[in-house]
């Protein structure tokens, strides 16, 4: 608390970061890990439809306000929300078809599940947008501010988070604001791809409602 009244004494707004990745839930809990593409569980990833609609969504989100009613922080911050590769198990595919009507996962000519069909992208973000706008609710009940993670679509810009089932502008229905991952490097791309990133969100985005985080780190620990 003494150095929480530091930062804002000297202006800078504190926000606690509440990170969804969970490996003791997914190792007591083998059933909710997010499955990937390839069919493995993920070892710390709980499923898109498990944070959404069951028992962990639940218990985040009550941690998730106990933390803006208790704590003298500005904002809770959500992070690890990107879901890409991953939730593709049995629970997630029941989600799937009842959202979208369809039989199957979309897929590719080889037999694999399709990532960048938009019908994937539609569901996986209305999941995350249904567990946003309760953890919206959470911290808003206290005064405080939602901020929400998410990742830089670098395979084409325009997409606007949706292929990681954060599309930006419907997170920012329910958050006040976006914290955009701009680690290039991790992408192979060179500093000046973050240039592009900015013009992409000045672009789309309202000034005020989101900002760059700036990865300095590569490959390998590099």
Do not use: C
């Not at 985080?213 to 620990?221: A, H, T, V």
Request: proline share 5%; glycine share 6%; hydrophobic share 40%.
């Amino acid at each position: 608390r003494l150095a929480t009244r530091q930062l804002h004494d000297r202006g800078l707004r504190v926000a606690a970061f509440v990170d969804l990745y969970s490996p003791q839930w997914t190792a007591s809990h083998r059933d909710t890990a997010a499955i990937q593409a390839d069919g493995a569980p993920h070892p710390e990833q709980v499923s898109l439809s498990e944070l959404a609609d069951g028992d962990f969504g639940g218990e985040m989100l009550q941690m998730i306000e106990y933390v803006a009613a208790n704590y003298p922080v500005d904002a809770v911050d959500i992070t690890e929300t990107a879901y890409r590769s991953t939730s593709y198990g049995p629970r997630d595919l029941a989600s799937y078809r009842a959202a979208s009507g369809r039989g199957d996962w979309p897929r590719t000519w080889r037999g694999h599940v399709d990532l960048d069909d938009p019908s994937i992208w539609a569901w996986k973000t209305a999941l995350m947008e249904r567990f946003v706008s309760r953890a919206a609710e959470a911290v808003h009940r206290h005064g405080k501010l939602l901020y929400l993670d998410v990742a830089a679509s670098w395979s084409d810009l325009a997409r606007d988070g949706k292929d990681y089932g954060l599309d930006y502008t419907r997170m920012l229905n329910h958050a006040d604001h976006l914290v955009v991952w701009d680690y290039f490097a991790l992408e192979a791309r060179p500093p000046a791809a973050s240039k592009d990133l900015a013009a992409r969100l000045a672009a789309v985005l309202p000034a005020d409602r989101w900002t760059i985080s700036l990865g300095l780190w590569g490959p390998n620990g590099t």
